[in-house]
């Protein structure tokens, strides 16, 4: 691998995107790790969203970080060499953050050649919870940490909030963060009818970063937004973590929830910019 320049990573970046791809890893069946980035694999379930992704952030994220390292030149034909280790992945992320646009375009196009289909310039803002500056959140209601029993109940949550129709991979990833509570938990709150209104998803290596967090994914049900639910759970979520965490990290989009995770405390620490690569299906498959 030829690296064609030295690059300081900045904290949050490194921070933010290690444990992205930390918690995907526990959530995959294997991960092949290359200096450009991560393969994730779950051979026996294709269809599952999740875990058949590559994943290219142009350097391999290992901690502790330095912050300090190289950005890669990744192999030219990125889809021919993925089409043969793993011919069912059909989804690829571009971390476009850090790499110039000149190298991130020329990937994007071998992609377009190859039959994906790109949606570029995706940005989502990194926020930090310092727990060393900032006092826990405190919730206004007490949510719960969920158990295998309210696995259907979280899966119906989960559609509700995102609009998934398909639940079958989505059953397989909500078990494997009920299933692995040394990394993942799973807290909820539940609405004036006793279903899951909200709910929150935390995860700490805490075999190699005990002192970092990362709120995985989080969600409302549209009919109880704008009730405090959301920001009680993630109050539960964060009170919820070892006492080793000093910092929590996020990704966010959307402004609403932007502004309640500033209430909460969190600060944004910078931007990520991505590109998603699908493969487009031929005639013959849809």
């Known amino acids: 691998m030829v690296h064609r320049h030295k690059s300081t990573l900045p904290q949050w970046y490194a921070e933010s995107r290690f444990l992205e791809t930390e ?12 200096t450009f980035g991560h ?24 901690f ?8 890669a030149d990744p192999p030219l034909d990125i889809p021919g060499i993925l089409r043969k280790l793993s011919p069912h992945t059909a989804r690829c992320v571009v971390d476009c953050t850090l790499k110039e646009a000149v190298d991130v375009e020329r990937l994007l196009k071998g992609f377009e050649n190859a039959g994906y289909e790109c949606n570029r310039d995706l940005v989502d803002h990194v ?3 310092d727990l060393q500056k900032q006092p826990t959140p405190i919730a206004a209601k007490q949510g719960h940490l969920v158990n295998a029993g309210e696995l259907d109940a979280l899966v119906r ?5 995102f609009g998934y129709e398909d639940a079958g991979w989505l059953r397989i ?3 494997r963060e009920l299933d692995q509570q040394e990394w993942f938990r799973v807290f909820a709150i539940t609405d004036g009818n006793g279903d899951i209104g909200a709910f929150a998803v935390t995860f700490v290596p805490v075999e190699k970063a005990p002192d970092l967090a990362l709120v995985h994914v989080a969600g ?23 006492t080793s965490v000093s910092r929590v990290y996020l990704q966010a989009c959307d402004p609403a929830a932007i502004s309640l995770y500033n209430k909460l405390g969190f600060e944004e620490v910078g931007k990520t910019t991505t590109a998603e ?4 299906p031929s005639e013959n498959q849809q």
Not at 45 to 52: A, D, F, K, L
Not at 64 to 69: F, I, R
Not at 157 to 161: G, L, P, V
Request: hydrophobic residues 30%; glycine residues 4%; positive net charge.
């Open 157 to 161: 949550c989960n559609q509700r909030c």
């Open 220 to 242: 409302t049900v549209p009919e109880c937004r704008r009730r405090g639910l959301a920001s009680s759970v993630l109050s539960t979520a964060i009170a919820g973590l070892p």
């Open 23 to 34: 918690a995907t890893s526990k959530l995959s069946d294997q991960t092949l790790n290359y």
């Open 277 to 280: 690569c699908y493969i487009i």
């Open 64 to 71: 502790p970080w330095d912050c300090t390292g190289a950005l």
């Open 173 to 175: 990833k909500l078990q």
């Open 127 to 129: 926020m930090c919870l």
């Open 39 to 62: 393969l994730f694999q779950t051979p026996d379930n294709p269809h599952y969203h999740n875990g058949n992704q590559l994943q290219i952030n142009f350097c391999h994220l290992e």
